[in-house]
């Protein structure tokens, strides 16, 4: 029995009827860019959040992009992001001209160290961003009552966590947007490149829409010099059928990290990830671990039919693409350590209690009969 990192296959199974027939009205209209499906996923996402604005756009990185933008953030502007994320949210703030600021985040959840922000802020700081990273939300309240404290902007990358909860509330309503990517692997994912900004203030609304299509609401009248970043109607389409779904599929995510959780606790030198609490409540995009063991491990559970993967390994930092920003090895060491000692295990919602159970005693295995 091989368990890949992750498959589409038996989602696509139990969907396949509600899809085949959302594709056929392809056949019968001719609309493809900015129409009803794109309209009614925008209403559908937004509502799902409680919030009031939601514009979608063509990917994650735009979304973050778009966003900053609409707040004016530009060249001299610094805005602090995790130092261990994914590439794209500190690509989204250079591409505006602003500099982004790592913070070292919380290596038990993944997520931004709420502590260390106030030392790493200047009076150039405009924005934060916090990534509810592997689906794990950040700590909220206080990093709000930071940012109102300062007049720094919060723009959420909730890109890896729709679903989850801090506080009782959606990650991706806490800020003055959130931005979201729906790549094919998220937890609400596409059959393609997708992504999502939610806001509360119509004037950032109005920006987003415009943004997105030329700096256009109106055909042929542009009032800014705008990108090209629209999903198209038949993501928006996939996507309307899919957010039905998203808790359901998020409680079997769960489900999985507390079984992983039950057969891994005191095995070898493993650190499982947080398995939340009342206050805060995990979707697990990913199930990731961490261990010294990690190379070997991988290597080990690959040459037995097990799927993973490294999110992510090499620290942005000490990425070619940021040279100029002077970071060195030793730099922020959380983000160095985890790239070298963390590993994400399979743990899409489809998945059985079986092959949970084969992942873990792959494991077990390793850490008895192989180091
Ligand atoms: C945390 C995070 N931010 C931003 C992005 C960018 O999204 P996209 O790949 O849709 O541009 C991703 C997805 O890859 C992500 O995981």
């Given at each position: 029995?091989?368990?890949?990192?992750?498959?589409?296959?038996?989602?696509?199974?139990?969907?396949q009827k509600?899809?085949e027939?959302?594709?056929?009205?392809?056949?019968?209209?001719?609309?493809?860019?900015l129409g009803?499906?794109?309209?009614?996923?925008?209403?559908a996402y937004?509502?799902f959040?409680?919030m009031p604005f939601c514009?979608?756009?063509a990917n994650?990185l735009?979304a973050?992009?778009?966003s900053?933008?609409?707040?004016?953030?530009g060249?001299?502007d610094?805005v602090?992001v995790?130092?261990?994320?994914?590439?794209a949210?500190?690509?989204?703030v250079s591409r505006?001209?602003a500099t982004?600021?790592?913070?070292?985040v919380?290596p038990g959840?993944?997520t931004?160290?709420?502590?260390?922000?106030?030392?790493?802020?200047?009076?150039?700081?405009?924005a934060?961003?916090?990534?509810h990273l592997y689906?794990?939300?950040?700590?909220m309240p206080p990093?709000?009552?930071?940012?109102?404290?300062?007049?720094w902007y919060v723009v959420e990358?909730?890109?890896?966590?729709?679903?989850?909860?801090?506080?009782?509330?959606?990650t991706?309503?806490?800020?003055d947007?959130?931005a979201?990517s729906f790549?094919?692997?998220?937890n609400?994912?596409?059959?393609?490149?997708?992504?999502?900004i939610l806001?509360?203030?119509e004037?950032?609304?109005?920006?987003?829409?415009?943004?997105?299509n030329y700096?256009?609401v109106?055909?042929?009248?542009?009032r800014?010099?705008?990108?090209?970043?629209?999903l198209?109607?038949?993501?928006?389409?996939i996507?309307?059928?899919?957010?039905?779904?998203?808790?359901v599929?998020?409680?079997r995510?769960?489900?999985?990290?507390?079984?992983?959780?039950?057969?891994?606790?005191g095995?070898?030198d493993?650190?499982?990830?947080?398995?939340g609490d009342e206050n805060?409540?995990p979707?697990?995009?990913l199930?990731?671990?961490?261990t010294?063991?990690?190379?070997?491990l991988?290597?080990?559970?690959e040459a037995?039919?097990?799927g993973t993967?490294i999110?992510?390994p090499t620290?942005?930092?000490?990425q070619e693409?940021?040279y100029d920003l002077?970071?060195?090895e030793?730099s922020?060491?959380i983000a160095e350590r985890?790239?070298k000692?963390i590993?994400?295990?399979?743990?899409?919602?489809?998945?059985?209690l079986t092959?949970?159970e084969?992942?873990?005693?792959?494991?077990r295995?390793?850490?008895s009969?192989?180091?």
């Open positions: 029995m091989e368990v890949p990192f992750f498959s589409a296959l038996r989602q696509h199974a139990a969907l509600e899809l027939s959302a594709f056929a009205r392809f056949f019968q209209q001719g609309t493809f860019i009803k499906e794109v309209k009614m996923f925008e209403d937004a509502h959040h409680d514009t979608s756009v994650g735009d973050i992009f778009i900053l933008k609409s707040l004016h953030i060249p001299g610094e602090l995790p130092s261990h994320t994914c590439f949210t500190w690509l989204a505006t001209g982004p600021v790592p913070v070292e919380n959840n993944f931004i160290d709420v502590n260390l922000l106030e030392a790493a802020s200047t009076s150039r700081t405009k934060i961003i916090p990534v689906g794990h939300p950040c700590a990093l709000i009552a930071l940012a109102h404290k300062h007049h990358d909730n890109a890896q966590a729709q679903g989850a909860k801090c506080h009782q509330q959606l991706g309503s806490w800020g947007m959130s979201t790549y094919p692997t998220k609400l994912g596409a059959w393609g490149d997708g992504g999502a806001s509360n203030k004037i950032h609304h109005q920006f987003h829409q415009a943004f997105r700096g256009s109106e055909k042929d009248v542009h800014l010099m705008g990108v090209n970043s629209r198209d109607e038949l993501q928006a389409a996507l309307n059928i899919k957010l039905k779904h998203l808790h599929w998020n409680a995510r769960v489900g999985h990290a507390k079984h992983y959780h039950q057969l891994l606790s095995v070898g493993l650190i499982l990830p947080d398995l805060h409540q979707v697990f995009h199930y990731v671990i961490q010294a063991y990690r190379d070997r991988k290597t080990y559970l037995h039919g097990i993967g999110h992510y620290p942005i930092h000490l693409a940021y002077g970071y060195k030793g922020l060491p985890l790239s000692t590993l994400s295990l399979p743990i899409w919602p489809e998945l059985e092959e949970i084969k992942v873990a005693q792959a494991i295995t390793f850490f009969n192989h180091l």
